[in-house]
């Protein structure tokens, strides 16, 4: 084997863990504009099925997408909040068991890298390299998958969060605002269905699995919540509980 064939084996770990989390926050943000436009999609659809005025329509739509964006952005805050509590607390307890005990922490790094399938004396090199490089890092890459350097924002969660679920929203609002009074539903009906069956295909390919069924999944589901608001709209519409 040549030298640059060596020298160029693999990624640095950091590398990957950054390219994993890049496409997680891609999945995220995919399945943040198919939370947008199915929730909004059955709001609007049922409220047309009460009245075909463009007003409360345009309300609720309006209520929904801001409401529902501000709820996704600040339900991703809190959760990548205490994550990154939680990340920040476990680095600092790292670094200090280092600063009180470096030749135990680095015999429990050989070991770990020894339980991962390495001989003793490999393990043991492998360990004192890493150290002498980087030892937090080593210890929080082999013992919790963690990169000091790559922590999670929340704030940034939340922003993408928001704009996933309101370009999502979108969709759904256009489709029933724009077109004439009789095809209002029907539109909104194939835009949102065609936009789920895209959204789970994506998402699907960013996890690896299967396009087709994914895409089917959340179709078949997209269309029961629209059935279902559509139908309690028309009947309370029918009975004169709204107005």
Do not use: C
């Not at 990624?11 to 994993?20: F, I, K, L, N, R």
């Not at 929904?64 to 964006?69: L, P």
């Not at 490999?122 to 490089?133: D, F, H, S, Y």
């Amino acid at each position: 084997m040549s030298e640059f064939s060596t020298t160029h084996v693999s990624p640095e770990p950091h590398a990957v863990a950054g390219t994993s989390q890049r496409l997680n926050w891609l999945r995220a943000g995919v399945l943040g504009a198919n939370d947008g436009i199915v929730s909004v999609a059955a709001v609007l659809v049922g409220v047309a099925a009460v009245t075909p005025n463009i007003g409360p329509i345009v309300t609720a739509g309006s209520a929904a997408v801001i409401g529902g964006a501000v709820s996704m952005a600040l339900g991703e805050y809190v959760s990548v909040s205490s994550q990154r509590d939680s990340e920040h607390a476990l680095i600092a307890k790292e670094r200090q068991e280092l600063e009180e005990d470096p030749e135990g922490e680095l015999n429990e790094l050989a070991g770990l890298y020894e339980m991962n399938g390495l001989s003793p004396e490999t393990a043991r090199k492998v360990a004192v390299e890493l150290t002498e490089k980087d030892a937090l890092r080593a210890h929080l890459s082999m013992e919790l998958n963690i990169d000091a350097e790559d922590v999670a924002s929340p704030w940034h969660a939340a922003l993408a969060s928001f704009a996933a679920f309101f370009l999502g929203a979108l969709l759904p609002f256009l489709a029933i605002v724009l077109p004439p009074v009789e095809a209002r539903i029907p539109v909104t009906f194939v835009a949102t269905l065609v936009a789920l069956g895209l959204t789970g295909g994506v998402a699907a390919h960013i996890g690896g699995s299967s396009r087709t069924r994914a895409g089917i999944r959340v179709v078949v589901g997209g269309a029961l919540a629209l059935v279902f608001t559509y139908v309690v709209g028309h009947l309370l519409g029918a009975s004169g509980i709204t107005p």
